[in-house]
């Protein structure tokens, strides 16, 4: 089992350096692996609704709706945190793109 969750969060993490410069699709899946757990990945909705943000911020209607559903099982300061995160993400991928 832990040799799965090991492999598992390498899959994520994988994907986390590219992942704001990828698709609305790209974000939204990993706001799905978050928000439903993926494997041995338990559920983080700060993860969720961040990626989920990314999303609906390129776009996807899915992203939007999925992010206020995430949203309603959040605090204000959960939701915060996630929008905090997702703001650093966009602003560290845009660093990298200059």
Known sequence: MANSLKSAQFLMESRFP??????????FELG????CGTGDIPVDLIEAHKWFNLAA?????EGQAMRAEVAEE???REIAEAQRQARALIAASQLRAA
Do not use: F, P
């Open 32 to 35: 799905v692996a978050y928000s």
């Open 18 to 27: 590219n992942a704001a410069h990828q698709s609305a699709e790209i974000c």
């Open 57 to 61: 911020l390129k776009g996807s209607e």
């Open 74 to 76: 959040m605090t204000a």
